[in-house]
């Protein structure tokens, strides 16, 4: 039987799902700022994954340098998504203000 297969998806979702936890915890902490310390993760982890000649763990790190580049598009979206809420929280605000007056 050959449970590699298996192992990598395990790996996987446990990878996707600890660094889903670091990506939030950081994002309200440092807010975008820790972007570049994703980058360098992932960079590092995918020049790694290159030079190991085992398949498996290239292939481990190759998905821990995959979710470490992809949460920098998530940190990015979430920024974005957050300006467009303070904007909309920010127009309603005006508008109760006016009718205030």
Same mark, same amino acid.
């Given at each position: 039987?050959?449970?590699? !297969?298996?192992?990598?998806?395990? #790996?996987? #979702? !446990?990878?996707?799902?600890?660094?889903?936890?670091?990506?939030? $915890?950081?994002e309200e902490c440092f807010?975008?700022?820790?972007?570049?310390?994703?980058?360098?993760?992932?960079?590092? #982890?995918?020049?790694?994954?290159?030079?190991?000649?085992?398949?498996?763990?290239?292939?481990?790190?190759?998905?821990?340098?995959?979710?470490?580049?992809?949460?920098?598009?998530?940190?990015?979206?979430?920024?974005?998504?957050?300006?467009?809420?303070?904007?909309?929280?920010?127009?309603?605000?005006? $508008?109760?203000?006016?009718?205030?007056?």
């Amino acid at each position: 039987m050959n449970l590699s !297969g298996v192992m990598m998806a395990v #790996f996987c #979702f !446990g990878v996707i799902g600890i660094i889903h936890h670091m990506v939030m $915890k950081s994002e309200e902490c440092f807010s975008g700022k820790c972007r570049p310390v994703f980058f360098m993760a992932g960079v590092t #982890f995918l020049l790694i994954s290159i030079c190991v000649k085992s398949i498996m763990a290239s292939i481990m790190l190759g998905i821990l340098a995959c979710v470490c580049l992809w949460s920098i598009y998530i940190l990015y979206e979430r920024e974005k998504a957050s300006l467009k809420e303070n904007e909309q929280t920010g127009i309603k605000v005006r $508008k109760a203000k006016a009718e205030e007056e």
